[in-house]
């Protein structure tokens, strides 16, 4: 997901320390779907569509799905 700027790709934040910065950064944008995070170069990256790769250092990323209220209600944590 993190590498490349391809049409998915909405916009980066730096100085994310932390997933939870990201999640939040993701939360305000209505387009986000989707977003990344290093704990290396602690950056954002905040996509609408995913493109999962393991190229060009996608490694030193985690990558997140937001979802909304209607699918968490559909999918209760734990998860089965």
């Not at 950064?25 to 609408?48: L, T």
């Not at 569509?49 to 209600?73: E, F, L, P």
Request: hydrophobic fraction near 30%.
């Amino acid at each position: 997901l993190p590498v490349g700027d391809g049409p998915w790709l909405l916009g980066t934040m730096e100085n994310a320390p932390n997933a939870s910065d990201c999640e939040a950064g993701c939360i305000d944008r209505p387009d986000c779907r989707y977003f990344s995070h290093s704990h290396v170069s602690e950056d954002c990256r905040f996509c609408a569509d995913c493109a999962r790769t393991i190229a060009g250092g996608a490694n030193m990323y985690s990558s997140w799905w937001k979802v909304d209220a209607g699918q968490a209600a559909r999918y209760p944590y734990p998860y089965p």
